[in-house]
């Protein structure tokens, strides 16, 4: 990384003129010719650091081992740079001059054949590229690792942030392509493990609508019509204000796009036709479209459990909050 530091020409003259006159050579500010690097330089001869100064204060210092501190005496690093800025001037900025082009700050390292003392054998090069409105980290041997970007969630007013590992484009706050493993996982967002599925037809399905499988469409689903049905599959997500928390996906797969809690807790559309429903009953699916019933009959209901109720419903139609869990 190259950090060019522009100083005046009043102080420009003050060091050329302190040069000079240890020197036979006369520097101008204008500019010099037939130069020679290994005599001819600003700087120090002896065992002291470099100071250069603006309006009397100190700009710039290279100590003794040649660490250059900018805003700072007490140079901690090979380049060390102190202010007080804030966003809106920060300590330092990278500027691509070519369009949509990436500025970039590149990191090299390297190790040592161990047949060849003194050999240096290059590693992959790290490089943070920052550009087109994302913020890349990039690896020579294996391309872009992790991706910073923002996007519009559906039906957000603002942009909220996305990261992409493995992926360039991240499609939700955290898109990871590839296998992550966790010591604890935490979810706030949901309540229920849904899968998608398709449904025959365009309709819109209410959330908490109990679904079974469709005998007329292999692999998909319709609503429940029939008491104690054992092709239940489950409920639609989303009612009651609760979303999933975790959502089952095969990538390229056409799962269709309506939701169904497979386990978790879940609103659900239910009713009293088989009797007062009571927390801790099981639910069986209900002889009216799309809701879920009190099950009595124990040995229909094998195979037609949804779920245990967590709350009641005393009489005619409403939602209840189930633990879905297919028996």
């Not at 210092?61 to 690093?77: E, H, Q």
């Not at 590693?123 to 890349?136: K, M, T, Y």
């Not at 935490?186 to 365009?202: C, K, L, M, N, R």
Request: aromatic residues 4%; neutral net charge; charged residues 15%.
């Amino acid at each position: 990384m190259t950090i060019q530091i522009v100083l005046s020409t009043c102080l420009i003259s003050a060091i050329l003129s302190m040069c000079a006159r240890g020197n036979a050579q006369n520097w101008t500010v204008t500019g010099n010719a037939n130069t020679d690097p290994n005599r001819n330089f600003l700087g120090t001869t002896d065992n002291h650091a470099l100071s250069m100064r603006t309006n009397g204060t100190e700009a710039l210092r290279i100590d003794v081992l040649g660490n250059i501190g900018i805003g700072t005496s007490d140079v901690g690093g090979r380049v060390h740079v102190a202010s007080g800025a804030d966003f809106h001037f920060p300590q330092m900025i990278l500027t691509q001059t070519t369009p949509l082009d990436f500025a970039r700050l590149q990191f090299r390292s390297f190790t040592v054949d161990p047949d060849r003392p003194g050999v240096r054998i290059p590693l992959p090069l790290w490089d943070i590229a920052g550009g087109r409105g994302v913020l890349n980290f990039f690896r020579q041997d294996t391309g872009n690792v992790m991706t910073l970007s923002s996007g519009r969630e559906p039906g957000a007013s603002v942009l909220s942030p996305r990261v992409g590992i493995g992926t360039e484009n991240p499609q939700s706050a955290l898109h990871v392509i590839g296998t992550a493993t966790v010591s604890v996982l935490q979810i706030t967002g949901g309540s229920d493990v849904a899968e998608p599925f398709s449904i025959e037809g365009s309709a819109d399905i209410e959330a908490g609508t109990v679904m079974t499988i469709d005998d007329h469409n292999p692999g998909k689903l319709k609503i429940s019509d029939v008491a104690y049905d054992r092709k239940v599959v489950g409920v639609v997500s989303g009612a009651g204000g609760i979303r999933p928390g975790i959502t089952l996906r095969h990538e390229g797969s056409k799962a269709g796009s309506v939701l169904i809690a497979l386990s978790g807790r879940v609103y659900c559309r239910a009713d009293t036709s088989n009797g007062p429903i009571e927390p801790g009953d099981f639910l069986t699916t209900s002889s009216l479209s799309g809701r879920a019933m009190r099950a009595t009959d124990f040995v229909r209901a094998q195979g037609a459990i949804i779920g245990k109720a967590l709350n009641g419903l005393k009489e005619g139609e409403g939602i209840v909050l189930v633990l879905a869990n297919l028996q």
